[in-house]
């Protein structure tokens, strides 16, 4: 079994960060959407008011996956959430329990904040995502369908 951690993002983790995010991109086939830059990711994480957080896992010193979430709010709950915008853990190092070591540690996060659900979605068509997350318990909201605006 490989030697690896998972920790906070720091800065001078915005390059690693973007790399990941290209790697999801591929996998996704939506690598022609990313315009993320390093700077983007430095401020959204760091800057004045961060808007995102990210748990970095590595290999060594090799960065090899990310969550990166942020708050959202139930008004139904009457209480913030935490929302995973991103997991990702490269071919190479996946099997080795660095996905669901990220989840348990955003589930960790999310009570320790007195978050009252952790949300995220998976494109229909990765069926091993999906499968992961039904082997943790979490439930496909089948009722619901993303809209969105760009721009």
Excluded at 35 to 64: C, K, M, N, R, W
Excluded at 74 to 98: H, M, N, W
Aim: net charge negative; aromatic share 10%.
């Amino acid at each position: 079994m490989s030697d690896w951690s998972i920790r906070p993002a720091q800065p001078g983790d915005e390059a690693s960060i973007l790399g990941l995010i290209r790697s999801l991109a591929r996998y996704e086939q939506l690598e022609h959407e990313v315009e993320a830059t390093p700077a983007l990711i430095a401020d959204a994480l760091f800057g004045e008011t961060p808007s995102a957080e990210a748990l970095v896992a590595h290999v060594g010193e090799q960065p090899v996956g990310f969550a990166l979430f942020f708050h959202n709010f139930s008004t139904f709950l009457g209480r913030k959430g935490l929302y995973l915008e991103d997991l990702y853990v490269e071919p190479s190092a996946r099997g080795q329990g660095i996905g669901r070591a990220l989840l348990r540690a955003l589930a960790r996060i999310a009570l320790e904040r007195g978050c009252g659900r952790m949300e995220w979605s998976v494109l229909d068509w990765n069926t091993p995502a999906i499968e992961f997350y039904q082997t943790l318990g979490a439930v496909p909201m089948s009722d619901w369908t993303v809209n969105r605006l760009d721009q």
